[in-house]
């Protein structure tokens, strides 16, 4: 049985940085695409960030230009570099990978805490 461990949340000051991290473990990366999803105290879940298997990433609007994905395939490893945060961003953050071809094989993390906060 596969998991996804998330890692790299914390509390940073507005404007500040975070890279978060998502380790696959009983599950190889190559054939999902890895997403990054958000929720908010009292709001629905969103998604973030998407990357495939071939690389072509897609962001939110609320973070395009601050906010990038990437994937390492040897590390079974997935990141979501976080730059220029805002108090808004704040979230339990959740990492998600999604079989390609397969819709009813989806992993999830158990989330990482960001808070952007003075």
């Known amino acids: 049985q596969g998991r996804l461990v998330e890692s790299g949340g914390g509390l940073v000051q507005p404007g500040g940085s975070l890279r978060l991290s998502c380790v696959g473990f009983?599950?190889?990366?190559?054939?999902?695409?890895m997403n990054w999803y958000r929720q908010a105290a009292g709001k629905q879940r969103e998604l973030v960030a998407t990357?495939?298997?071939?690389?072509?990433?897609n962001y939110d609007d609320s973070v395009t230009g601050r906010f990038t994905i990437s994937r390492d395939e040897p590390k079974n490893t997935v990141y979501l570099q976080m730059n220029s945060l805002k108090p808004e961003d704040t979230a339990v953050y959740y990492c998600?990978?999604?079989?390609?071809?397969?819709?009813?094989?989806?992993?999830w993390g158990q989330g990482t805490q960001v808070t952007v906060s003075t």
């Open positions: 998600n990978a999604q079989h390609a071809r397969l819709r009813d094989l989806a992993y």
């Open positions: 009983g599950v190889t990366f190559v054939p999902y695409t």
């Open positions: 990357i495939t298997s071939s690389g072509r990433t």
